[in-house]
T-cell receptor, first 109, second 112 residues
Framework: RKEVEQDPGPFNVPEGATVAFNCTYSNSASQSFFWYRQDCRKEPKLLMSVYSSGNEDGRFTAQLNRASQYISLLIRDSKLSDSATYLC??????????FGAGTQVVVTP | DVKVTQSSRYLVKRTGEKVFLECVQDMDHENMFWYRQDPGLGLRLIYFSYDVKMKEKGDIPEGYSVSREKKERFSLILESASTNQTSMYLCASIIRGTNTQYFGPGTRLTVL
């Protein structure tokens, strides 16, 4: 079983719509959680950290559910520029980063 | 602005060749990482280094070695390239004690 699992998608989203997707993790001792964004043929870049209390950054909302061992990302009012692969990332109890394989989002006009 | 550079964007090598991938960061970061990224598998850690001349194995170190002679430079070495090492290789660095990784643009290596 993979440590970090994501639905690969693609999630096809009309411009202006809302899209949400989850990432599940198997290690209950995981420490920190993040969403990274990776554009086609580019390197990953940090989108936002994820906290149990939930946090927002503009149109993006992230949530951590430790009891059920998943994190989520919600994108409101989707823009064409939101088209990317979103990587779920966490640090384990040793401080090592574990990556999901990514969820592809395609925003269509 | 943060900058991580990698020596090549695209590289084609033959089976059995020795391959050097270089990564340089200009941010005085202590920790540096080498990952490979394959479709459906996500990024997998090959090696990391938390200081000059220090190195630690990641999850998939077999067939690779690394060198960190200077703080800003972390090299990945494929001693004898094989076709199953065809992949995208990504270097990253972070400030010790933080969790924001800064990635280089990646090197797409093809081994024929």
């Amino acid at each position: 079983r993979k440590e970090v699992e994501q639905d690969p998608g693609p999630f096809n989203v009309p411009e202006g719509a809302t899209v949400a997707f989850n990432c599940t993790y198997s290690n209950s001792a995981s420490q920190s959680f993040f969403w990274y964004r990776q554009d086609c043929r580019k390197e990953p870049k940090l989108l936002m950290s994820v906290y149990s209390s939930g946090n927002e950054d503009g149109r993006f909302t992230a949530q951590l559910n430790r009891a059920s061992q998943y994190i989520s990302l919600l994108i409101r009012d989707s823009k064409l520029s939101d088209s990317a692969t979103y990587l779920c990332v966490l640090t384990d109890s040793w401080g090592k980063f574990q990556f999901g394989a990514g969820t592809q989002v395609v925003v269509t006009p | 602005d943060v900058k991580v550079t990698q020596s090549s964007r695209y590289l084609v090598k033959r089976t059995g060749e020795k391959v050097f991938l270089e990564c340089v960061q200009d941010m005085d970061h202590e920790n540096m990482f080498w990952y490979r990224q394959d479709p459906g598998l996500g990024l997998r850690l090959i090696y990391f280094s938390y200081d000059v001349k220090m190195k630690e194995k990641g999850d998939i170190p077999e067939g690779y070695s690394v060198s960190r002679e200077k703080k800003e430079r972390f090299s990945l070495i494929l001693e004898s390239a094989s076709t199953n090492q065809t992949s995208m290789y990504l270097c990253a660095s972070i400030i010790r004690g933080t969790n924001t990784q800064y990635f280089g643009p990646g090197t797409r290596l093809t081994v024929l």
